[in-house]
């Protein structure tokens, strides 16, 4: 093989090595900081990893909003009509978050089953609901229940409710 030939070959693998240790490196860093969504009946069924930074949500469960007395601590249900998932949150919660509303945890879950979250995000208004929530609610059926609810509030708001 000619000089010349020889060094472009070591030129082309030497490239080819460092785009390869390049995409080893940022997939890495990718698989390290993902986040994903788990319905309440997936972590019921013990599909959601413990202690692994994970999304959860779905729909508040009503009469399940228990706050301390002494301090931001808040526990609550989450369901998506095929199972419950209790959450722990320490902190201060949305505005829009409420019994019967949209939303999406995200924290670790411990061996109890309980999710410990470090953001609860609440859905914007009326209309939106996260795509993952609305996937589990259409999954388990639970989100005619939820659009029929949300009428019911805005017809009640409309004829002058609050």
């Given at each position: 093989m000619n000089p010349v030939r020889k060094k472009r070959l070591y030129a082309l693998m030497a490239l080819l090595a460092g785009v390869g240790i390049a995409v080893a490196l940022a997939l890495s860093a990718l698989q390290q900081n993902i986040n994903l969504f788990y319905s309440p009946a997936q972590i019921a069924a013990g599909e959601a990893p413990q202690d692994t930074r994970i999304r959860a949500g779905g729909l508040?469960?009503?009469?399940?909003?228990?706050?301390?007395?002494?301090?931001?601590?808040t526990d609550f249900v989450v369901t998506d009509g095929a199972a419950n998932v209790t959450i722990?949150?320490?902190?201060?919660?949305?505005?829009?978050?409420?019994?019967?509303?949209?939303?999406?945890?995200?924290?670790?879950?411990?061996?109890?089953?309980?999710?410990?979250?470090?953001?609860?995000?609440?859905?914007?208004?009326?209309?939106?609901?996260?795509?993952?929530?609305?996937?589990?609610?259409e999954q388990s059926g639970m989100k005619q229940q939820h659009d029929a609810a949300t009428a019911g509030k805005q017809?009640?708001?409309q004829e002058g409710g609050q």
């Open positions: 508040v469960a009503e009469g399940s909003v228990k706050r301390a007395s002494d301090s931001l601590d722990r949150y320490s902190g201060i919660l949305p505005d829009l978050f409420r019994e019967g509303q949209g939303i999406v945890a995200m924290g670790k879950l411990n061996a109890q089953g309980v999710l410990i979250a470090d953001e609860v995000l609440a859905k914007h208004d009326e209309n939106y609901m996260p795509p993952e929530v609305m996937q589990a609610l017809a009640y708001q």
